[in-house]
């Protein structure tokens, strides 16, 4: 096993155009959040929780989940094999930007490893995000979605 050590997902230019609400879902009627107030930890109300991703750049994620949650300027959650934080910030609704985040140390075996990595390029690509019937979506600056979640399941 390869010891893995400080992961850096690389610093996003803050690319803040706003997101039709049409946009992937053309005709199928779904209710778009494009933005919303602020909590007090500086977080959109709509992703105020817990992520549970599956789905990373239109491929289905096998095994246990990667999490993405968000608060007092920071954006955290386990990557498929290590649990990791890092910068963000909200900017004009709907844009975010992801800093240089850290991760615990541990090495795992190769197919969690390998989510782990797309998992990290998918959030060094997030240029904007939206919610759509419940289901978060994070979107690079080109307008494709890398990344689709659903609210966790409470911790047990």
């Not at 996003?12 to 992937?24: H, K, M, Q, T």
């Not at 290590?82 to 709907?94: A, E, L, S």
Request: glycine letters at 16%; proline letters at 6%; aromatic letters at 6%.
């Amino acid at each position: 096993m390869r010891h893995v050590g400080v992961l850096v997902l690389a610093a996003l230019g803050a690319a803040c155009a706003p997101v039709d609400s049409g946009a992937g879902s053309a005709g199928r009627g779904e209710a778009v959040t494009k933005a919303a107030e602020p909590t007090a930890a500086g977080v959109p109300a709509a992703l105020d929780r817990e992520w549970a991703v599956f789905e990373l750049g239109g491929e289905a994620v096998t095994g246990r989940s990667p999490t993405i949650g968000f608060g007092d300027g920071r954006v955290f959650g386990f990557a498929g094999c290590n649990r990791y934080t890092g910068p963000v910030g909200f900017t004009g609704g709907d844009g975010i930007r992801v800093g240089a985040a850290a991760m615990t140390m541990m090495a795992c075996p190769e197919p969690m490893m390998a989510l782990e990595q797309r998992f990290a390029q998918a959030l060094e690509a997030v240029s904007r995000w939206r919610v759509a019937d419940g289901v978060l979506e994070l979107l690079g600056a080109d307008g494709r979605v890398v990344a689709r979640a659903r609210p966790a399941p409470p911790a047990s």
